[in-house]
Nanobody, 119 residues
Framework: QVQLVESGGGLVQAGGSLRLSCAAS????????MGWYRQPPGKQRELVAA???????NYADSVKGRFTISRDNAKNTVYLQMNNLKPEDTAVYYC?????????????WGQGTRVAVSS
């Protein structure tokens, strides 16, 4: 079974950038559609970016034009480049195999990586 470990979060000022990484174990990674999700304080976790096994991407309107999801199947890793960060991007970020809707993943959730954006 695939296990997921997120990293790369931190504290950044508004307008700054961060690059998140998600390392996945397991042989089926390259076949899986992956997503980055986030859970702001006190709110529900939801999908912000997704990438298919073939590299097609889509984004939530709130991050479109600022975030870029990518994957390196040789390294079993998916990335989230976040530019022009805003205070409302503050959240714990998780990766997972895409679920059936915007809120679910197919695997147990990892520990996530925390992003805090100051104004």
């Amino acid at each position: 079974q695939v296990q997921l470990v997120e990293s790369g979060g931190g504290l950044v000022q508004a307008g700054g950038s961060l690059r998140l990484s998600c390392a996945a174990s397991g042989s089926s990674f390259s076949l899986s559609a992956m997503g980055w999700y986030r859970q702001p304080p006190g709110k529900q976790r939801e999908l912000v970016a997704a990438i298919t096994s073939g590299g097609s991407t889509n984004y939530a309107d709130s991050v479109k034009g600022r975030f870029t999801i990518s994957r390196d199947n040789a390294k079993n890793t998916v990335y989230l480049q976040m530019n022009n960060l805003k205070p409302e991007d503050t959240a714990v970020y998780y990766c997972n195999v895409r679920g059936s809707d915007l809120y679910t993943g197919r695997l147990p959730w990892g520990q996530g990586t925390r992003v805090a954006v100051s104004s």
